[in-house]
Structure formats: structure tokens, C-alpha cells
């Protein structure tokens, strides 16, 4: 998947416009004024339209770098069954770590969210190697986790005394994990 910020900051770099990297994209069959927009949306980080393989290849090529220096790898596990509080205390651990160092301290944090975490982060390293990235050279860019809100199937009530009831939250969460080459 593309990054927008890793484009944006390679285009600064470089001074390259959005007007030449769009005649990369219009060669390949995509029009001028397309193009032109598309990378504009793309280095804002909205990927509407959607960049393809291709597409990619060809602003690697524009810009004289590998695709992996400009392409990143999501994973995302939604209303995960735990709460955003303390899957948060997990995935700050991993944040900006190296791939196999995430795993190793994964393998061993003792906190319910870790397994699942770790689940994640194996997805986003296959997804990476399946698009030919240097798993060696892989870190965390990123770590997040989202409030999801009460879990579905869970409203119940702890009675109290006299006649008042406390409900019972099982919260839910989002957990969003991104690797890039680094």
C-alpha cells in the first residue's frame, strides 16, 4: 500500500511536482487531469482512487526509488473483545521497534491483548513479504488502538441495593498496526 507521507516527504526532497509524477501515471493509461488529482489525494493521505500495484511501481520509478521505500503495510483487528485502555499499554511496547524485537517481547508480555497483537503484527509481515518487501528490514511505524465502544451481546446489570442496577461494560476495541521498510 502506498504511504502518503512517505511521498510527500520524498517529493520535497527531490522537488518533484505533482504535474511529473501525473505524466508517470497518464502513460499508463490514466488522464492527465486524473493523475494530477490522484496524486494530490494520495500525498494528503486519502487514497481515493485507490492506488494499484502499478501505480505504485510507476511513482517508484518517477521518483528513482524502490517500492518499498515508498509503501507500507496495514493490519487492522476490528471490536477486538478488550478494552482500548489496556490493549494501549501493549501496543505502545511495540511502537517504532523492529519487526523481530516486537515479536521476541510479544512473545513474552504477559497481558491478554498480547496474543492478539502479535497475530496482527505476523499479518502485516506476510503481507510484506508477499509483495516482495525486505522482511529483515521492517519496523512498527505504527501501533494504534481505537475505543470500539460496548461489545455487541453484552448488556447486563449487576443488581444493587435498593432496587437500583449498575450495568456491566465489556468494551471493545479497534487495534491498527502499520510496518514499513525502514
Given at each position: 500500500m502506498l504511504s502518503g507521507k512517505?511521498?510527500?516527504?520524498?517529493?520535497?526532497?527531490?522537488g518533484v511536482s505533482d504535474s511529473q509524477l501525473a505524466e508517470y501515471l497518464a502513460r499508463g493509461g490514466m488522464s492527465q487531469d486524473d493523475a494530477i488529482s490522484a496524486v494530490g489525494n494520495w500525498k494528503k493521505c486519502l487514497y481515493s482512487p485507490t492506488p494499484g500495484k502499478e501505480d505504485v511501481e510507476r511513482l517508484a520509478a518517477a521518483l528513482g526509488v524502490e517500492v518499498g521505500a515508498i509503501s507500507e503495510w496495514r493490519?487492522?483487528?476490528?471490536?477486538?473483545p478488550m478494552s482500548a485502555r489496556k490493549a494501549r499499554l501493549v501496543s505502545q511496547l511495540i511502537a517504532g521497534r523492529e519487526v523481530q524485537d516486537a515479536l521476541?517481547?510479544?512473545?513474552?508480555?504477559?497481558?491478554?491483548?498480547?496474543?492478539?497483537?502479535?497475530?496482527?503484527?505476523?499479518?502485516?509481515?506476510?503481507?510484506?513479504?508477499?509483495q516482495e518487501a525486505d522482511v529483515d528490514n521492517l519496523f512498527?511505524?505504527?501501533?494504534?488502538?481505537?475505543?470500539?465502544?460496548?461489545?455487541?451481546?453484552?448488556?447486563?446489570?449487576?443488581?444493587?441495593?435498593?432496587?437500583?442496577?449498575?450495568?456491566?461494560?465489556?468494551?471493545?476495541?479497534?487495534i491498527h498496526i502499520t510496518v514499513s521498510e525502514g
Open positions: 512517505k511521498l510527500t516527504n520524498l517529493c520535497k526532497k527531490q493490519v487492522s483487528y476490528r471490536y477486538a521476541d517481547l510479544l512473545t513474552f508480555t504477559h497481558k491478554r491483548a498480547a496474543p492478539a497483537i502479535k497475530k496482527l503484527l505476523q499479518s502485516a509481515i506476510a503481507n510484506a513479504d508477499e512498527v511505524s505504527e501501533a494504534r488502538v481505537d475505543q470500539a465502544g460496548r461489545r455487541i451481546g453484552t448488556k447486563a446489570w449487576h443488581p444493587k441495593d435498593r432496587g437500583r442496577a449498575h450495568p456491566i461494560r465489556k468494551e471493545a476495541s479497534h
